[in-house]
């Protein structure tokens, strides 16, 4: 499938399956731009490199433009790449063919998943007693009662 008729395929939707990689590209680069800030303040410091200030005001320091350069970087090659472009283009089409549950749905779930969790918590815990009153207490009293 082409990456126009995965677009055609859902506009269904209302959304452009493009518009939604190109977004999350972007929030996923600004996300690996602050990580590799961090990483490379790490690295700038262990090398004992000075890292200065290179936008006044803005408090970016050389980590920060590198950070951004490499995200960016990332950001482009991911998209050139006609691999990546169309894998990412036919999972946003699959996304939005999702029927996504409705809030009312989601609540009966929720309350359904947790009644289960506290109910098999009381029956674990009816096992675990019951295993360390044979172990710790019956089994210990009937051997002393044999010997």
Not at 4 to 25: H, K
Not at 57 to 79: I, K, M, P, Q, S
């Amino acid at each position: 499938m082409s990456a126009s008729e995965a677009s055609q395929q859902a506009n269904r939707s209302g959304m452009d399956p493009t518009r939604l990689v190109i977004v999350s590209l972007m929030v996923f680069g600004i996300v690996f731009a602050l990580f590799l800030d961090k990483v490379l303040d790490l690295v700038w410091a262990s090398a004992s490199l000075k890292n200065t200030e290179v936008l006044e005001g803005l408090g970016w320091r050389v980590t920060t433009v590198l950070g951004v350069c490499l995200a960016t970087a990332g950001g482009v090659f991911v998209w050139v790449n006609q691999k990546t472009r169309s894998l990412s283009l036919e999972i946003a089409t699959e996304l939005m063919k999702v029927t996504w549950p409705t809030w009312e749905e989601t609540r009966i779930s929720t309350i359904a998943v947790v009644v289960a969790s506290v109910v098999a918590a009381v029956i674990l815990f009816g096992i675990d007693s019951l295993s360390y009153k044979v172990m710790v207490e019956w089994l210990p009293a009937l051997w002393g009662k044999l010997n």
